[in-house]
């Protein structure tokens, strides 16, 4: 399993029997991971502002990295592991930081919009998904006719930053991730990209 290399702090799960030791490698074929907008700085702006046991996340991980017991890396790329949060013990307090990680995106979320893109030179158009009419207009750029057909566009986006939204999409990918892993009954690992 490949990493995006803009991710800091990245999360990753596997069974307990397949931890080893540095300087090996954990087997890249048996990583769970979430998966993440390949944005710089997503993943930690993310998890800013959620707890975990009373903790604010990223000091946790801090803390965690700085004392905890090291284990192999996740990649080439990677830093050591910490195992983050292992189950039974710590199933009660993730499933709270993925509850508030899902509630930080939802609060932040902006207004929904449809989208669509000029066939010619690829401006992109956005309208609010409650003001939206099947109509043609002119590209502003190029002058070519863009149908603005509900059943054409490329989807949904939320009218924000596209950073932050990023980072929404972080949250929620993450908190589904930690959900997966303590279903699964694998504990959550953090290492850090060397840069």
Known sequence: MAFPKPVATRFFSLPSHLLVLPPRLLPAESLYAPDLPAVVGAVDRAITGAEFRDQRLPDRVEQLLAEAERFAAPSAEGS??????????????LLRTADQLE???????????????????????AVPV??????????????????????????????MDPHHSAVNVARRALAAFF???????????????RT
């Open 130 to 159: 409650a003001l939206a009419r099947d109509v043609a207009i002119h590209c502003e750029r190029c002058g070519e006719p863009v149908q603005l057909l509900r059943v054409r566009s490329l989807g949904e986006q939320s009218l």
């Open 103 to 125: 509630a930080m995106a939802l609060d932040t979320d902006g207004e929904r919009a449809l989208v669509w893109k000029c066939d010619k030179c690829g401006t992109r158009y």
């Open 179 to 193: 959900r997966e892993s303590m279903a699964r009954g694998w504990p959550v690992l953090a290492s850090r990209n």
């Open 80 to 93: 050591y592991s910490i195992i983050f949060a292992r189950p039974p013990g710590d199933l009660p307090a």
